[in-house]
């Protein structure tokens, strides 16, 4: 993989180059896509400060877990030399979008369920610096796609699941159907649609996205050799994603059973759904075999 690449004369590490890319490109979906019941204003700054305290969330989080390692360090310089745990990206940046639509009094829902999808684009180009980066890997393994990476320094000599290619391939298929769910949802007329006044179904494409990503990728920490380990291969990050799946999945069926439009709700789950296993089939298929090609 690439871990550093040369830019116009310069060296560049290939994550923060991605991060970077990241940021751009979520901004410009997020302004591009957006619903014109909701102001441009709104979804600009609604943007700017989740991106800005999702980047806080993670690498607060990476501080906290491996506190023992800045038991020296000022802030700033912990700061500086952090990386970065996704989870605490949603935490943060969540809490904030809420603190934001309360301040311009719009249910936080509505802000959530458009929200929501971008925070997986942003997941699959971040993806991609982990997996050029080395960093994220995961256990080994002989699958014709493992590969030794290069993380830290360190060449890895025994072949590794990539992790990181799978969760790029689930944050695309994520995407791809909550879009597909959130603009149904969207089109049914009455209080189904984004209404300010009228916001009780709200929240179905937002619980849609964590229950998908948490289900996913509680199955693909197995596989990653990094982590707090609790019990055997169980780790810290299978309870909290257990959690958001739980909470994500109770939510979503209450939602869903105190609606008016029950039975066409669950025909646009169930082809969300379908999207998502023929997102993920695709992307599988064509992301794996291009790691295969490079390994060899």
């Known amino acids: 993989m690439f871990p550093k690449i040369y ?3 310069t060296i560049i590490d290939t994550y923060n180059l991605c ?9 410009i979906a997020v302004l591009m896509l957006r619903p014109k019941e909701i102001a441009f204003k709104y979804i600009f700054w609604a943007t700017i400060i989740v991106l800005f305290f999702s980047l806080l969330g993670a690498n607060l989080l990476f501080i906290i877990i491996h506190a023992s390692e800045y038991n020296w360090q000022s802030i700033e310089d912990a700061f500086k030399t952090s990386g970065v745990a996704y989870l605490g990206a949603p935490i943060l940046g969540l809490f904030a979008l809420w603190v934001f639509s309360r301040c311009v009094k719009i249910p936080f829902l509505v802000l959530a369920d458009y929200a929501a999808p971008f925070f997986m684009l942003d997941r699959v180009i971040g ?10 890997y995961g256990i080994p393994s002989n699958l014709p796609w493992a590969y030794p990476f290069n993380s830290w320094g360190i060449v890895q000599i025994v072949p590794r699941h990539p992790t990181q290619a799978y969760e790029l391939i689930y944050t695309l298929a994520i995407f791809a159907s909550a879009r597909y769910f959130y603009k149904k949802i969207k089109s049914i007329s009455g209080a189904f649609a984004i209404n300010y006044k009228e916001a009780r179904s709200s929240g179905m494409t937002f619980f849609y996205v964590f229950f998908c990503y948490s289900l ?3 199955f693909n920490e197995f596989l990653r050799a990094e982590g707090s380990f609790i019990y055997g291969a169980v780790k810290i990050s299978h309870i909290v994603l257990a959690i958001f799946a739980i909470i994500s999945a109770i939510c979503l069926f209450t939602i869903i059973k105190k609606s008016t439009a029950k039975n066409e709700i669950l025909k646009i789950l169930k082809i969300a759904v379908i ?22």
């Open 127 to 136: 993806r991609i610096g982990c997996l050029e980066y080395g960093c994220c």
């Open 7 to 9: 830019l116009l004369g």
């Open 275 to 296: 999207r998502l296993a023929l997102w993920f089939v695709v992307s599988s298929v064509l992301i794996l075999f291009a790691l295969t090609l490079y390994r060899k």
């Open 216 to 218: 996913l990728r509680f």
């Open 19 to 27: 991060m970077v890319t990241s940021l751009i490109t979520t901004l």
